[in-house]
């Protein structure tokens, strides 16, 4: 049963600290998706990956956030600085795409990470 | 640009009858439009999703969904709730452009009743 994975589950940390969230795909998707869900804003797009290309991280604040595909099995979020307002749900998504990269497929997402920033 | 409402925060139904749980969308071009469903601490599930075809759309666990294009409407249906049903239900329309992004409406917490 292929399922996305994300560690760690929970993360508490003090602010200031760097925080590393880690995903591994569904073995031949080819696009990954990071999301922050939280009771005021909801489902927030962060970072979206194919072929472990960036295509838009648009949502994601730059000064502290960071996402990188280090290989096809991988994806990371990092935070550097965390900040209590960092404090939410982050949820991984994988999904595969035509090559010419449209997609009517679903995405399948992992169980999240609940971060909280002390 | 793509977009999705879920007009009801809540929804509450008895056990044993018909559920109903609404989206509208707005998009500039063909919709496709899907719906998740959120258990307690849990990552989303896809439901079922219309790309094209049949209006009546036929998904996992019972549910089912009803595209209406005259209404721009997508509403999550169910002859009989579960107990277990009872959750948060996420409408989503892919962005437009070539991409598989998805917009999620604000979501529907579903509270079914014994």
């Known amino acids: 049963d292929a399922r996305v994975t994300q560690t760690p589950r929970d993360k508490v940390t003090e602010m200031g600290q760097e925080v590393t969230m880690r995903c591994q795909p569904i073995?031949?998707?080819?696009?990954v998706f990071w999301y922050r869900q939280t009771m005021m804003q909801g489902l927030e797009l962060l970072a979206y990956f194919r072929n472990r290309a960036p295509l838009d991280d648009s949502g994601m604040p730059k000064d502290r956030f960071s996402a990188e595909m280090p290989d096809a099995t991988l994806a990371t979020l990092k935070i550097q600085p965390s900040e209590p307002r960092d404090s939410a749900v982050y949820f991984c998504?994988?999904?595969?795409?035509?090559?010419?990269?449209?997609?009517?497929?679903?995405?399948?997402f992992g169980p999240g990470t609940r971060l909280t920033v002390l | 640009a793509q977009s999705v409402a879920q007009p009801e925060d809540q929804v509450n139904v008895a056990e044993g009858n018909p559920l109903t749980v609404k989206c509208t969308y707005s998009?500039?071009?063909?919709?496709?439009l899907f719906w998740y469903v959120q258990y307690p601490n849990r990552g989303l599930q896809f439901l079922l999703k219309?790309?094209?075809?049949?209006?009546l759309v036929k998904g996992s666990y019972g549910f089912e969904a009803e595209f209406n294009k005259s209404q721009t409407s997508f509403h999550l249906k169910k002859p009989s709730a579960l107990v277990s049903d009872s959750a948060l239900y996420f409408c989503a329309v892919r962005d437009g452009g070539a991409t598989n992004k998805l917009i999620f409406g604000t979501g529907t917490l579903l509270a079914v009743q014994p």
């Open positions: 998009v500039s071009g063909n919709p496709y």
């Open positions: 073995l031949g998707h080819n696009t």
């Open positions: 998504a994988s999904g595969l795409a035509a090559a010419s990269g449209l997609s009517y497929n679903e995405q399948f």
């Open positions: 219309y790309i094209t075809g049949d209006n």
